[in-house]
C-alpha cells in the first residue's frame, strides 16, 4: 500500500514567521496528485493547497507554496507570514489510484502571539 | 454556493445497534467519498459512490455499507456498531470529469461525530 508521512507531529511558531512542515511519499506512478489540507478545531477538513506531479512548476495560493521535489519524493508547505487563524492540523495527502485520498498522521501546527 | 454539508453533527449510539449518515455534495458535484477519522490520526478511506454504485472500497468490514442517490446525495450505513468505530466520520464531494483523472480534487463536509457507548 502507498504510504504518506509526515514526520512533524507537533510545530509551534510566533506569528508573522515563517514554517514549512514536511511531507514525503511513496508511488510508482508517475503522474499523480498532492494535496495539503488544514484541519481547525471546527473539524472542517479545507483545502489549501494541491500540486499534479507532472508539472514543474511549484504550487502557490497566496501565502502558502509548496516545495514538491519528484525524485526524493517530498511535498513540503510553507506558511509565509503566517497568522493566528493557521492554528490548525495539517494533513499531507496522495490520490491513490486517481480517487482515493491516503493521508499522512498530520502535523498540529500552532501559531503564538 | 453551498458546501458539502452532513447530518446529523453529533450521534450517540450503543454498541450492536445500526447508524445511518447522510451527506449532500457540493453543488455540481457528482462523486461523493467516505473516510473515517480516529481521534489524532489522519482520515481513511471507507468507500466511494460515482453513479450510484460503489466504485472503490478501502479495508472496511461489510458492515460498513453505503448508497447513493439520483439526486447525488449519499449514505453511510454501519451494522453492529462496535466501540472501534467511534470516530469522525467525513464526506468529501468531487466531479468526476470524463476521462476521470485529474480534476477530481475533493472537498469534504464538516463531519459527523459518532460515539458508540
Known amino acids: 500500500a502507498q504510504t504518506v508521512t509526515q514526520s512533524q507531529p507537533e510545530m509551534s511558531v510566533q506569528e508573522a514567521e515563517t514554517v514549512t512542515l514536511s511531507c514525503t511519499y511513496d508511488t510508482s506512478e508517475s503522474n499523480y496528485y498532492l494535496f495539503w489540507y488544514k484541519q481547525p478545531p471546527s473539524r472542517q477538513m479545507i483545502l489549501v493547497i494541491r500540486?499534479?506531479?507532472?508539472?514543474?512548476q511549484n504550487a502557490t495560493e497566496n501565502r502558502f507554496s509548496v516545495n514538491f521535489q519528484k525524485a526524493a519524493k517530498s511535498f513540503s508547505l510553507k506558511i509565509s507570514d503566517s497568522q493566528l487563524g493557521d492554528t490548525a492540523m495539517y494533513f499531507c495527502?496522495?490520490?491513490?489510484?486517481?480517487?482515493?485520498?491516503?493521508f499522512g498522521q498530520g502535523t498540529r501546527l500552532t501559531i503564538n502571539p | 454556493d453551498a458546501g458539502v454539508t452532513q447530518s446529523p453533527t453529533h450521534l450517540i449510539k450503543t454498541r450492536g445497534q445500526q447508524v445511518t449518515l447522510r451527506c449532500s455534495p457540493k453543488?455540481?458535484?457528482?462523486?461523493v467519498s467516505w473516510y473515517q477519522q480516529a481521534l489524532g490520526q489522519g482520515p481513511q478511506f471507507i468507500f466511494q459512490?460515482?453513479?450510484?454504485?460503489?466504485?472503490q472500497r478501502g479495508n472496511f468490514p461489510d458492515r460498513f455499507s453505503g448508497h447513493q442517490f439520483p439526486n447525488y446525495s449519499s449514505e453511510l450505513n454501519v451494522n453492529a456498531l462496535l466501540l472501534g468505530d467511534s470516530a469522525l466520520y467525513l464526506c468529501?464531494?468531487?466531479?468526476?470529469?470524463?476521462?476521470?483523472?485529474?480534476?477530481?480534487?475533493?472537498?469534504f463536509g464538516p463531519g459527523t461525530r459518532l460515539t458508540v457507548l
Open positions: 459512490y460515482y453513479e450510484e454504485e460503489e466504485r
Open positions: 453543488s455540481g458535484h457528482d462523486t
Open positions: 468529501a464531494s468531487s466531479f468526476r470529469a470524463s476521462g476521470g483523472f485529474g480534476t477530481d480534487t475533493q472537498y
Open positions: 500540486q499534479e506531479a507532472y508539472k514543474q
Open positions: 495527502a496522495k490520490f491513490q489510484g486517481a480517487q482515493k485520498l491516503v
